[in-house]
């Protein structure tokens, strides 16, 4: 397994975790003693400046993913999923969007090894979050840069979910086969938005514009179960009352029309 791990040396060999002592911990870059402040648990390797992240279980790496979005990017991506089937009509030329702001949130991020040999990547969020979005968020590896504090001028969440818990629900998911866990900063944007005399927020991925929002004004879905209700009643009386097939064939279909119809209407209404 190859990990990017530090600014001097691109490459880290191994399992990307190191043996904690009791006040040191050992670099698993160049295996060098480090002291170990009590309540730290993000360090930078006094010899080789790899980037550490310390649990109780080990040593992880620390990345984080380059913010791809400006702020105009970023609400251009809200407006796109604001105008989607999700959400209200109108939603994105009705509601007065707030300018975003830049945040970057911690996840851990597993990679698996399947029986095949086919890798795949698994991320848990390593903070609370109302936005279960946030755990099927897809992270390119390839994009992944050793973390640095000094080039983070945004505010961060801190990591406040262990290693350990975040290992539990991936057994809990069914996972196996975990070769390597670490910790990745990703670049959002938060999204205030009114509506109707309510308040909103959303995120925005900084990386793939994709939108997460736990609570946004939805389409009704009322109307919809009147039309297929209104549907259900009148294509069983159609069919007590006719006995003949091609009949019966020809009524249902002149009904559905006006039906359609209807359903069509509605869909540009709400």
């Known amino acids: 397994m190859s990990t990017p791990s530090c600014r001097n040396s691109s490459v880290l060999r191994g399992t990307g975790l190191a043996d904690l002592g009791s006040n040191t911990v050992d670099c698993p870059q160049c295996g060098g003693e480090n002291p170990l402040p009590s309540g730290e648990r993000l360090l930078a390797c006094q010899f080789c400046s790899a980037s550490l992240f310390v649990d109780r279980s080990g040593v992880v790496g620390h990345?984080?993913?380059?913010?791809?979005?400006?702020?105009?990017?970023?609400?251009?991506?809200?407006?796109?999923?604001?105008?989607?089937?999700?959400?209200?009509?109108?939603?994105?030329?009705?509601?007065?969007?707030?300018?975003?702001e830049p945040v970057s949130f911690p996840v851990w991020m597993f990679r698996s090894r399947a029986k095949g040999g086919a890798e795949t990547a698994h991320i848990e969020p390593a903070a609370p979050t109302p936005i279960p979005q946030l755990a099927d968020l897809k992270v390119p590896a390839g994009q992944l840069r050793p973390f640095e504090a000094e080039s983070q001028d945004v505010p961060r969440a801190e990591a406040t979910i262990p290693l350990e818990t975040a290992r539990k629900w991936l057994d809990e998911r069914g996972v196996d086969g975990v070769f390597e866990s670490s910790l990745v900063e990703l670049p959002l944007w938060r999204c205030g938005y009114?509506?109707?005399?309510?308040?909103?927020?959303?995120?925005?991925?900084?990386?793939?514009?994709?939108?997460?929002?736990?609570?946004?004004?939805?389409?009704?879905?009322?109307?919809?179960?009147?039309?297929?209700?209104?549907?259900?009643?009148l294509f069983g009386i159609e069919g007590l009352l006719i006995s003949n097939p091609l009949i019966k064939l020809v009524v249902y279909a002149i009904t559905g029309v006006p039906l359609a119809l209807i359903a069509y209407w509605v869909a540009r209404k709400v």
Request: charged fraction near 20%.
């Open 63 to 100: 990345y984080f993913l380059p913010r791809l979005l400006d702020a105009d990017n970023a609400v251009a991506a809200l407006k796109r999923w604001m105008a989607g089937n999700e959400t209200v009509k109108d939603l994105d030329s009705r509601s007065t969007i707030e300018p975003p």
């Open 194 to 233: 009114s509506y109707e005399g309510g308040s909103f927020q959303a995120l925005v991925d900084g990386s793939t514009g994709a939108v997460m929002a736990a609570v946004y004004p939805e389409k009704a879905e009322a109307p919809y179960y009147l039309i297929a209700a209104a549907g259900l009643i």
